[in-house]
C-alpha cells in the first residue's frame, strides 16, 4: 500500500509542476523512390491541477493510513 502512495505522491507532485506534456508524431505522406516527404506534429497534452491535487492528496491519505507493520 505504501508503494501506491509514494507513486501517487510522485505523479500528483509531477502533474501539478508540469501541468501537461508534449509529443512530436511523424507521419510519412508520400514515398517516391528514396525520396520520403514527412510531417511532423508537435501536441501537447493537458493536465489540469484538479488531477494532480487529488492524486497528491489521495496518496499522502494512503501514505499517513498504511500505518506501521508488525511482525
Keep these: 500500500m505504501r508503494v501506491v502512495a509514494i507513486v501517487l505522491i510522485v505523479l500528483g507532485a ?21 525520396v520520403e516527404v514527412a510531417t511532423e506534429r508537435q501536441r501537447t497534452v493537458w493536465i489540469p491541477p484538479v488531477v494532480g491535487g487529488i492524486a497528491l492528496t489521495a496518496g499522502l491519505l494512503l501514505f499517513l493510513a498504511g500505518g506501521k507493520r508488525t511482525v
Design 14 to 34: 509531477l502533474a501539478l509542476g508540469y501541468q501537461g506534456f508534449t509529443y512530436v508524431t511523424r507521419d510519412t505522406v508520400a514515398q517516391v523512390g528514396p
